[in-house]
């Protein structure tokens, strides 16, 4: 016997619950955010990105505080996707290639901790499926120096300012961060 314990206002609302249901959100750190963002908004599968910053002390930071680098923060990316269309596994190597895993608190130019390149995951599953993608590149000895990227829980993932969000896609221009 189903038993819906929530009314909907139409169908439309269910089924809206239903998708939301069934996608997940993974959290990543891997330099300047706009460029991350731009990288994973045109990865099939990927339905939603959101940039923020995550792995910090400071709470509710806004991108002048992350940027003094005193927050413990990171410029970061909350990734939805569809796992029917993309694993969690394939989104890792997205992450991967985007960036150089290989230089502690820098990307390109940008420079200072809240660059680091960072997994920030959201259950066990997700932070056993990191640490053998991460193993499993130091393994290929793709890099000649060794991967920092920190894999920690994710705490708290607070989204930015709206001007940062899918930032190069509205005023890009071409410009490309990674």
């Excluded at 806004?62 to 394939?90: L, M, N, R, W």
């Amino acid at each position: 016997m189903l038993v819906i314990v929530k009314s909907y206002s139409s169908s439309n609302d269910l089924k809206t619950q239903l998708i939301k249901k069934s996608m997940e959100t993974a959290t990543f750190a891997a330099g300047c955010f706009w460029g991350v963002e731009k990288t994973f908004s045109e990865t099939k599968g990927v339905t939603k990105t959101t940039a923020g910053y995550a792995g910090g002390h400071t709470k509710n930071p806004t991108y002048k505080e992350v940027c003094t680098d005193t927050t413990g923060h990171a410029e970061a990316v909350q990734v939805e996707f569809d796992p029917k269309v993309i694993s969690y596994e394939e989104v890792l190597e997205v992450f991967w290639k985007l960036h150089d895993p290989t230089t502690p608190n820098r990307q390109g130019p940008d420079e200072g901790s809240q660059y680091r390149s960072a997994i920030f995951y959201e259950s066990e599953s997700q932070k056993k499926k990191a640490l053998q993608s991460k193993e499993k590149l130091e393994k290929s000895k793709k890099y000649k120096y060794p991967i920092v990227t920190e894999i920690v829980k994710l705490e708290k993932f607070y989204k930015a300012e709206e001007y940062h969000q899918q930032y190069l896609k509205r005023k890009g221009k071409g410009f490309i961060c990674h």
